[in-house]
Every structure is written in structure tokens, then in C-alpha cells.
């Protein structure tokens, strides 16, 4: 693996320099050099945290969409025969995931792959107060 580039590094740096409890700033680190993209997602990071309130505020709203999907989702039905007519037809018989074609001994499957977060919006207004885990190392 390439070293970060330097506006990486740079943003990697401030992340350390605020001193958020742990695994905030692992978080933050992962979603930088993890990123299809880390250029832009230094400059993300970056442009959210300009203090350490900020950050931990930051870290707080990627904890709750995490957690409104994977411990509040709600699993939904397949849907019935006419949506997923509608969704071959609107998507060229393409996978939106994989890109493959359906085929007749292939055939694409239309099925919900992420739960519903049915509490979003009712959670939305209090999530500010999401706690970062203190995790030890």
C-alpha cells in the first residue's frame, strides 16, 4: 500500500491531534484510507471537523445511521410481482449491486437487501445525544 498523500496525511494527523475516545478516531481513520476515494474523503472529514465537538458529532451520526439499519431495521417483504416487473424493466434487467445481466438460467432476483429504518425519522431529532462507545484497547 502507497503511503497517504499529504492531504491525507494531513487530515489523518488532525484526527489524532483532537484526541477523540476510542474508536472514534480509528473510525474516522478507516473511513479516510478505506474510502474508494481518499482524497475526497480526507477533504470530507476535514471540512466537518473543526473541533473536537464537531468530530465526536461527526463519528455520533455515522454511529446512528449504523444503527437505525442494524439494530432498529425493520426486514421488509419481497416485493410483489408487479413492482418487480417495474424494477427489471427500470434497470435493463441489469443488477444494481453486481452489474450482471439476468438471464434465463440466471435470472435476476429483486429482493430487499437492507432493513427498513423504520425509527429514523422519530430518532433523527434525538440521535445528536448518541454516545461514542468507550472501547478499550
Known amino acids: 500500500m502507497d503511503p497517504p498523500r499529504q492531504g491525507i496525511q494531513g487530515t489523518l494527523s ?12 480509528a473510525l474516522l481513520r478507516a473511513f479516510i484510507l478505506d474510502a474508494l476515494d481518499c482524497d475526497l474523503a ?6 466537518r471537523i473543526g ?3 464537531e468530530a ?3 463519528v455520533s ?9 442494524s439494530s432498529n431495521g425493520v426486514e421488509l417483504e419481497a416485493p410483489d410481482k408487479t413492482a418487480v416487473r417495474e424494477i427489471v424493466q427500470r434497470d435493463g434487467n441489469v443488477c444494481c449491486v453486481s452489474g450482471m ?3 434465463f438460467r440466471n435470472p435476476l432476483i ?7 429504518p423504520a425509527d429514523w425519522l422519530k430518532d433523527q431529532a434525538s440521535h445528536t445525544n448518541t454516545q ?3 472501547v478499550k484497547r
Open 132 to 134: 461514542i462507545p468507550d
Open 101 to 103: 445481466r439476468g438471464t
Open 14 to 25: 488532525l484526527v489524532e491531534a483532537l484526541e477523540l475516545p476510542h474508536p472514534a478516531a
Open 42 to 47: 480526507a477533504d470530507y472529514v476535514r471540512s
Open 61 to 69: 451520526d455515522w454511529i446512528f445511521i449504523v444503527q437505525a439499519i
Open 110 to 116: 429483486v429482493a430487499p437487501i437492507l432493513p427498513l
Open 51 to 53: 473541533s473536537r465537538e
Open 56 to 58: 465526536h458529532r461527526l
